[in-house]
Nanobody, 115 residues
């Protein structure tokens, strides 16, 4: 069973930066895409950023120009660099990976933007 392990969440002031990392426990699986979603209290889970075939990126309009998704050095790993954070970015962030046969989710990491 593939597990996605996230790290890097925390508390940051508005305008600050955080980097989230996600690594899959299994390197032999080929993922078509990896990415990040988030869910704020009382809200539905929404797409933040995805990386498809290691090349094509897709971002939510609300984070364009502030967040960047990168393919990390290790296979099946991605990072999300978050700059100019706003209070409305506060949410639990989930790593997501999609293979030809299954979709995987991480356990989530809390990001809180507050002064």
């Amino acid at each position: 069973q593939v597990q996605l392990v996230e790290s890097g969440g925390g508390l940051v002031q508005p305008g600050g930066s955080l980097r989230l990392s996600c690594a899959a426990s299994e390197s032999r699986v080929n993922f078509d895409s990896m990415g990040w979603y988030r869910q704020a209290p009382g809200q539905q889970r929404e797409l933040v950023a995805t990386l498809t075939s290691g090349v094509t990126t897709n971002y939510a309009d609300s984070v364009k120009g502030r967040f960047t998704i990168h393919r990390a050095n290790a296979k099946n790993s991605v990072t999300l660099q978050m700059n100019s954070l706003k209070p409305e970015d506060t949410a639990v962030y989930y790593c997501n990976a999609v293979s030809a046969t299954a979709t995987y989710w991480g356990q989530g990491t809390q990001v809180t933007v507050s002064s």
